[in-house]
């Protein structure tokens, strides 16, 4: 009994050593070498309890595959290591690891191994195999690796990783698995692809192929990543797509990090929204907040408008930015600049802060400050400190500046639509040949008229003409008629000490070329003008005269000849005669000093004297009639 005994173990033992050649696991497994803290406990699985298991993998949804097996090895685990504690077994959780192969169609148990559970305040180092539907070996071709095949089941630490076939290098403590592979952490982060090379001792996953990363409502696509577990980052490096609930981004290199949901894209950055188109040469962007950082050259173009900026953020679900660095916004036909910009694309409103710019093309004016507001949807701007308004439509450029300058449309949906230019305190102008000052001013495309309030003064040439309230009517940007009402005087220097001088309680000027041609002075008409002979620098003699109306005609911007009515009066004096007090009309003043010299001058403000500044006039009130005084009288 006992020789057939042997003989039938020897013949055993010769066919495993004949078989030794073939791709099936050796009977001595390689075993990953364990923590010199822990003793490893082996024992044997009865061929019953083996084949349940993969059963209870297979039929658990496959997002949570292992959590009941794990949660049973556990079970089992504990009740293995319930035996009296000893200083080489520590008191923590212990987990079984199994595999299994087929030799000649039966399952036979490769081995268990129980190894620690770590604490919860640290990562586990070892990858577990969980489970496999079959477990190969070749020592000639690939000593190193176990062959795994059929519904392979990993796990690192939180991570686990699915497949259809892997190799395992338990020595290296790494994995390369095929087919249908999956990854995933927690309920919110999953990994799809083709391929996948993962090492334990570094947490890198190398994914290629149809790569898909899911986390929470974001979805990276792309043909190769590697993802970092030691600092939850995700990169790829060959084109690929995040995409959200809102945006759509791509790139050439990419990076996501999943715990803060920070994303970084490098080179032909392309995010496209409903409402918009981002490109860029690098871009921030968080999954989250749905805000983009802009940290390089980048366009925004939206319907008709584009914003060029190289450092800001867009928040692309409000839809309203915030942009640095001398941004520009430009749409058909206007075109803002500034050191900084805040825009809100909704809302329909821009704000530029220092050294503002912003052109009307259609208009051909140009608005410049250190704030300016604009809003699309009313087509007004308004700009302040060192606000300057700039005419270019004719070939001399009019330059307008005062604290504030508004640009307003008025009924910009009808036929009726025009435009209104305000400037309010310490407005000054300049053009080659008009300069004005005034308190406040207001231009209407309607009527084509500037409209100057408050001691408003304008210069053409050698003469100066002031009054309460000066229109200035304009045909093509140039000026075709002027009216000055109230208190109106037009003083022309003749030479050093002599003025010519016209008051009148108003005043019609007509302009040809830019120039006064003729001015209608009517009502309470006074007059004192110097006559010189024709060539002559000199005057020889001075002219009085009252009358209630008079027209100055003009030539080379002086004044050529007087046309007054028959029922006036006149007084000649010679240029040594002239009484005391007669050359210098009662409201006579000449304002040269306020005059804007260049363009550069209108931001200097100098304001009247006190005592040249007009005198408040009020219509007298008409007494109207008393019922009461009536009916006393009855």
Request: charged share 25%; glycine share 6%; with cysteine.
């Amino acid at each position: 009994m006992v020789r057939r005994w042997l003989t039938l173990w020897l013949v055993g033992v010769l066919s495993v050593v004949a078989m030794s050649g073939q791709t099936v696991m050796p009977v001595k497994v390689a075993e990953r070498t364990a923590p010199k803290e822990l003793k490893l406990d082996t024992a044997r699985v009865s061929r019953k309890k083996l084949l349940q298991q993969p059963t209870a993998l297979k039929e658990a949804p496959r997002k949570m595959e292992m959590e009941p097996a794990v949660k049973r090895e556990a079970q089992e685990a504990r009740e293995e290591v319930s035996a009296p504690k000893s200083a080489a077994a520590p008191d923590t959780l212990a987990r079984r690891v199994r595999s299994r192969r087929h030799v000649a169609g039966e399952s036979v148990v490769q081995h268990d191994t129980l190894t620690a559970e770590p604490s919860d305040t640290t990562r586990e180092r070892y990858v577990y195999l969980l489970h496999a539907d079959e477990t190969r070996y070749n020592k000639r071709i690939n000593p190193d690796a176990q062959i795994l095949v059929g519904d392979v089941v990993f796990r690192h630490d939180s991570m686990y990783m699915y497949c259809d076939s892997a190799l395992f290098y338990e020595v290296s403590n790494s994995l390369d698995a095929y087919g249908n592979v999956r990854m995933n952490q927690g309920d919110t982060l999953f990994l799809y692809g083709d391929r996948l090379h993962y090492n334990g001792d570094e947490m890198l996953a190398k994914v290629r192929d149809n790569v898909v990363m899911i986390d929470k409502a974001m979805t990276l696509t792309t043909d190769s990543l590697n993802y970092d577990r030691t600092i939850n980052l995700g990169y790829y490096f060959n084109w690929g797509t995040v995409e959200d609930t809102l945006n759509v981004l791509t790139s050439e290199w990419g990076e996501y990090d999943t715990q803060t949901s920070d994303a970084v894209f490098n080179y032909e950055v392309t995010l496209t929204n409903p409402n918009f188109v981002l490109t860029s040469d690098t871009l921030h962007y968080n999954t989250k907040t749905q805000i983009a950082t802009i940290v390089g050259p980048s366009n925004i173009d939206s319907d008709n408008n584009n914003i060029y900026s190289t450092l800001g953020r867009y928040y692309t679900a409000d839809e309203h930015a915030e942009l640095l660095n001398r941004p520009v916004l430009t749409n058909e036909d206007h075109h803002l600049l500034g050191d900084s910009i805040f825009y809100d694309r909704t809302n329909g409103y821009g704000e530029a802060f220092d050294n503002v710019v912003m052109d009307d093309f259609a208009g051909k004016t140009r608005l410049t400050g250190d704030y300016t507001y604009y809003n699309e949807l009313t087509d007004s701007a308004y700009a302040t400190q060192r606000a300057v308004a700039i005419d270019y439509s004719q070939g001399d450029s009019l330059f307008i500046h005062g604290d504030t300058l508004r640009l307003l449309t008025r009924f910009p949906d009808t036929d009726s639509v025009y435009r209104i230019v305000q400037a309010y305190h310490k407005v000054r102008i300049f053009r080659e040949d008009v300069q004005a000052v005034c308190d406040s001013m207001e231009f209407s495309s309607l009527d084509s008229c500037m409209t100057m309030y408050y001691d408003p003064v304008v210069w053409n040439g050698p003469q100066q003409v002031l009054g309460e309230v000066i229109r200035v009517y304009m045909n093509d940007s140039t000026v075709e008629w002027a009216h000055v009402e109230n208190q109106a005087l037009i003083v022309e220097r003749v030479d050093t000490g002599h003025f010519n001088q016209i008051s009148g309680r108003e005043v019609k000027a007509y302009f040809v070329n830019g120039n006064i041609d003729k001015s209608d002075v009517i009502g309470n008409v006074m007059v004192v003008y110097y006559y010189k002979e024709e060539g002559d620098s000199v005057a020889f003699g001075m002219n009085t005269t009252e009358a209630s109306l008079l027209t100055a005609f003009m030539k080379d911007r002086q004044v050529d000849k007087l046309l007054v009515t028959d029922q006036s009066n006149g007084v000649f004096y010679p240029i040594t005669q002239i009484p005391p007090g007669k050359d210098k009309l009662a409201n006579f003043v000449w304002l040269h000093k306020l005059r804007p010299l260049s363009k550069y001058d209108i931001m200097v403000w100098r304001g009247k004297d006190e005592e040249d500044k007009l005198k408040v006039t009020t219509r007298k009130e008409v007494p109207l009639p008393s019922l009461k005084g009536l009916i006393d009288k009855k």
